[in-house]
């Protein structure tokens, strides 16, 4: 296991968990990220990535009620543990931190 | 039921992602792909939409989706075997018709089947002894004369290819070249041995690992009449005495021995007692032109050592560009070169012209599918057996998985058992296959370059084999019982679908039967075939003659030693041995047309021939005793000469005295004889003959004898033969025997025929005894009741045995009029003076197969018929 630190895609699947709240689930999240990504996200990266998650206690998951449009299979819900949260509030923090250090940035590349 | 409609993912994909998938993983990964399965439908077709869905399943393969192999059911696997060996021991014991009825019937297809492997094995293991085996390529050529382009390839070459390529070509290491055929006689002081070999380069010991025990193998064969000998010729020659260096005679030049090569290993497609270097063909041909012409392809054979990782391409198209410049030495021709791999000309394609025998790949796939036939079909048998027990091994399914055994668990138990049963199959067929082994090696002459030698390697490929043979024949009913629903099989047993597949079951048996009885029934014809060619009344008698082959000798100091022999009757002297497939022909012009003239086919005599045949003269004289220096005059001619020639009005009589013109010859018929089968009696060719008064060195001496006691006679005979010429064996056989070969092919076909025929039959009675056995058991309580209704067991007979009569009367009605058809519209046009076809030959066949079915039939039924029906009412 590589520690809590996260990879570039794991962190993305992980924001997109915590923002769906209540409706995350495979698919669903596969759709959000293609939404805000722009890029084609494939479901099973999405998938694998989840797993990942799971393994390394970042994430758990529970099955919910079944519907029709899955063939009478139930849907895996997930939500953010508490490790989750922390580990992603430590990648931002990481991540301001480091803006923090370029000084008028962003004006410099419009 | 709008659901129904719907279109649905692929069903095996769908399964296939269960089996591999982890049960936790596997109700979301489905519903996933589900719901992409039903958007993907909005936009895009049916198809397309399944063809994701698979992509998807096959993406979903990944380390943490497959199910982990779980430990503890490996390991009850493992304890459970012993107890799997031990069930089924004691199911076989327990039911001892079925088991031997398994062990006999897989054991007579395995026994095929070891001998196509070792077979193979042998072929395989053709020149691989040469160090550079994988290295070495033969060069093949293809003949086109105009538009006349040979089929095939052969396997020989130009020596001017051959010189070429080693001379000019790059990137080769070098070219072994042999030449077509150094044989003779060779002779040291006085001792004389016949030996055979080939020209061959100095390159043959550098790219074929043939190993010199003295002699320095890059010089051996490179000086004009150096000769290699083999260490068992020079031992025939020398005894013990160190032959290098020896000067030996062979028609008439002086050959040095440079050295002595280790024995030709059996297992080498070029074989020899002799090489020559092939330099002293530069001083004996000088003046043949044609030596090294382009088209002059038919005797030099070359093999090119090629340096590791070499590109086959580029030297093809080297080979290509050498033919393009050569072609235009010769009119009209072009010679295609190739390459053919060393290992791949044993067994490979049919190439003429080759060096030694060899087998080719036709024999091997004949043979191949033949055995593969009969294996598969032992192999439905058995499944067919063991689901035909199904009923009462279903209640010992049944409890086990009660207990707890999984699918997995019975599945391999029934394996395990299939394999035992299997395993004991090899040991009956390896008996079988030691019997087999000489007769298939005899059955053909090219099969004699086959050892079919046991090896270790060989056993354990063997062992190999009946593993397999068990896995594929228990695997279906292995699956079947697998499948058994515990709960269902103990409460009710009649609900155990053993039904499904009957008609299939019953489609084979007739397929089984048809084979059957083709294959005996057309042994049985080729069988009567057979004798009735070889005591043919072929026009003159065989009877008591021993035909000597005379091998160069002087036939005068034979005959002159032969006659003082009491039993000796008669001796004759002859160009050849008729009716055995020899011919010799000659042109023959119409005396009545001069424009007209055909071949006609010839013997020489002398003049004691036709009485000692019993030739019938029909007109005219025998040839009276004559030198054989002087000029040819007369010839005696048959009948089919005179209808031909239409010579004096076909009128015998008046025949003689007529001149014809034969081989540029005024002859004079001075005799006709009664027609005679010339060439051999199946053969159409062969009806216009002339017999000519003995000019060159006869070829056979023609001995009369009445002997009493043959093995001393033959003794007597053989001590004179060898006092005349002590290098030759003596080579005599009686004509009868030599006609009896001449048809070795037909006898051989009659054995190959005979045994797959037994083969066939075996098979099929065991399947036919499943099959009954199996219906007899489904039906007892029905029988019961009806006897108990009163039904006599004669109708219970007729009732039971109803159905498997009709199906061997369809597979009769399928196989008889096939045969007939067959052998009298496709194979009697062609065979000239065949047995007609009897009725009796086709339904002797049938019969006897019916008839066994019948025992197999009447003996399950009856003990069903004849059962108590009490008993079995009882006990449901």
């Not at chain 2, 992602?17 to 909005?42: H, I, Q, V």
């Not at chain 2, 006897?848 to 003990?863: N, R």
Request: glycine share 6%; net charge positive.
């Amino acid at each position: 296991m590589k520690g809590s630190n996260l990879g570039e895609f794991e962190e993305l699947v992980l924001l997109t968990v915590a923002a769906l709240v209540n409706d995350a689930y495979s698919v669903g999240i596969c759709d959000e990220l293609t939404k805000y990504t722009g890029r084609e996200v494939k479901l099973g990266v999405v998938h694998a990535v989840l797993n990942r998650l799971e393994d390394k206690g970042l994430v758990k998951s529970s099955l919910g009620e079944a519907t029709n449009v899955r063939g009478g299979k139930r849907k895996r819900y997930y939500t953010v543990t508490n490790a989750g949260k922390a580990s992603l509030l430590k990648a931002k923090e990481v991540r301001d931190q480091l803006w923090s250090l370029i000084p008028d940035f962003g004006f410099k590349a419009i | 039921m709008k659901k129904q409609k719907d279109p649905h993912p692929p069903r095996w994909a769908q399964r296939l992602l269960a089996w591999y998938c982890k049960p936790e993983l596997l109700e979301d990964l489905e519903g996933d792909l589900n719901e992409y399965f039903r958007r993907n439908l909005k936009n895009k077709s049916i198809a397309r939409a399944r063809i994701i869905y698979v992509i998807d399943v096959l993406k979903f393969f990944r380390l943490y989706t497959i199910r982990k192999p779980e430990f503890i059911n490996l390991l009850i696997h493992f304890i459970m075997l012993v107890s799997y060996i031990k069930t089924s021991g004691r199911n076989i014991v327990r039911n001892k018709l079925f088991s031997s009825i398994n062990i006999v019937g897989l054991s007579i297809s395995m026994s095929v089947g070891l001998i196509m492997i070792s077979m193979l094995w042998d072929l395989f293991s053709y020149d691989r002894f040469h160090e550079n085996h994988d290295r070495i390529y033969r060069i093949i050529s293809k003949y086109q004369f105009l538009d006349h382009k040979d089929n095939s390839f052969m396997a020989t070459t130009s020596l001017k290819a051959a010189k070429a390529i080693k001379e000019e070509f790059s990137g080769i290491e070098d070219v072994a070249i042999f030449g077509w055929a150094f044989n003779g006689d060779v002779s040291y002081n006085d001792k004389t041995i016949p030996l055979s070999g080939f020209w061959a380069n100095e390159a043959v010991f550098k790219v074929f690992s043939f190993e010199l025990l003295q002699g320095n193998p890059a010089t051996a064969l490179k000086q004009p009449f150096a000769i290699v000998l083999t260490e068992k010729s020079a031992k025939k020659m020398f005894g013990d005495v160190d032959a290098l260096g020896k000067t030996i005679n062979l028609k008439d030049k002086q050959y040095t021995i440079t050295g002595i090569v280790k024995d030709v290993p059996t297992f080498s497609h070029i074989k020899f007692d002799m090489l020559t270097s092939l330099s002293t063909r530069e001083v004996l041909e000088k003046n043949n032109k044609h030596e090294m012409a382009w088209n002059n392809i038919w005797s030099t054979w070359a093999y090119v050592l090629m340096p590791p990782r070499a590109d086959l391409n580029t030297f093809q198209q080297e080979l290509n560009k050498l033919s393009e410049r050569e072609d235009k030495t010769i009119k009209h021709t072009h010679i295609q070169l190739a390459l053919q791999p060393l290992t791949n000309i044993m067994a490979g394609e049919n190439l003429n012209n080759q060096i030694g025998t060899t087998i080719g790949s036709t024999v091997v796939w004949i043979l191949g599918s033949l055995s593969f036939i009969v294996i598969l079909s032992a192999c439905f048998n058995y499944t067919n057996l063991s689901i035909a027990r199904s009923l009462r091994r279903s209640r010992e399914v049944g409890i086990r998985k009660s207990i707890g055994a999984l699918k997995s668990h019975v599945v391999s138990q029934f394996i395990v058992e299939s394999v035992f049963i299997s395993l004991l199959a090899l040991l009956v067929a390896f008996g079988l296959f030691l019997v087999i082994r000489p007769h298939f090696i005899s059955l053909e002459s090219s099969l004699q370059m086959l050892k079919l030698q046991l090896t270790p390697a060989l056993v354990l490929l063997f062992i190999l084999f009946a593993i397999m043979v068990g896995v594929l024949a228990g695997l279906f009913p292995a699956l079947f019982f697998s499948r058994i629903n515990a709960v269902q099989v103990l409460k009710n047993l009649g609900s155990v679908p053993v039904l499904k597949g009957l008609t299939l079951r019953k489609v084979l048996i007739v397929f089984q039967y048809s084979l059957s009885i083709i294959a005996i029934t057309a042994t049985l014809i080729i069988y009567k075939q057979y004798k009735h060619f070889i005591s043919f009344d072929l026009g003159f008698s065989t009877a008591n003659i021993l035909n000597i082959s005379l091998k160069d000798n002087k036939a005068e100091l034979l005959i002159k030693e032969l006659s003082e022999l009491p039993e000796v009757k008669g001796i004759s002297q002859s160009l050849l041995v008729t009716s055995v497939g020899n011919y010799w022909g000659v042109h023959m012009k119409n005396p009545n047309n001069p424009t007209d003239s055909a071949g006609v086919y010839y013997n020489s005599v002398d003049e004691n021939y036709l009485p000692l045949h019993n030739h019938e003269l029909i007109a005219g004289n025998n040839f009276t005793a004559n030198t054989q220096d002087s000029i040819e005059t007369e010839v005696i001619v048959n009948q089919h000469v005179l209808k031909r020639f239409n010579i004096a009005e076909q009128n015998p009589a008046k025949a003689i005295g007529e001149v014809v013109k034969v081989d540029g010859k005024d002859l004079r018929i001075i005799g006709v004889i009664k027609n005679f089968e010339y060439g051999k009696v199946n053969n159409n060719s062969g009806k216009e003959v002339i017999i000519r008064y003995l000019k060159e060195k006869p070829r056979h001496l023609n001995v009369k004898i009445l002997s009493a006691d043959w093995p001393a006679t033959y003794a007597e005979l053989e001590a004179i033969w060898k006092k005349i010429d002590p290098v030759h064996p003596f080579e005599a056989k009686f004509y009868d025997d030599q006609i009896e070969e001449a048809f070795n092919g037909l006898k051989a076909a009659m054995k190959l025929g005979g045994f797959l025929a037994v083969l066939v039959i075996c098979i099929a009675s065991v399947g036919l005894l499943g099959m009954v056995i199996f219906t007899t058991e489904t039906r007892l309580k029905e029988i019961s009741i009806r006897k108990v209704m009163g039904a006599s067991e004669r109708g219970l007979l007729y009732l039971l045995s109803k159905s498997f009569l009709t199906l061997l009367l369809i597979a009769a009605s399928i196989a008889l009029p096939l045969i007939y058809f067959f052998f009298q519209q496709v194979l009697f046009p062609e065979i000239a003076n065949h047995a007609p076809l009897n009725l009796s030959e086709l339904f002797v066949g049938v019969i006897a197969v019916l008839l066994l079915a019948l025992v197999i039939i009447g003996t399950q039924t009856f003990k069903v018929a004849r059962t108590n029906p009490a008993e079995i009412l009882k006990s449901e």
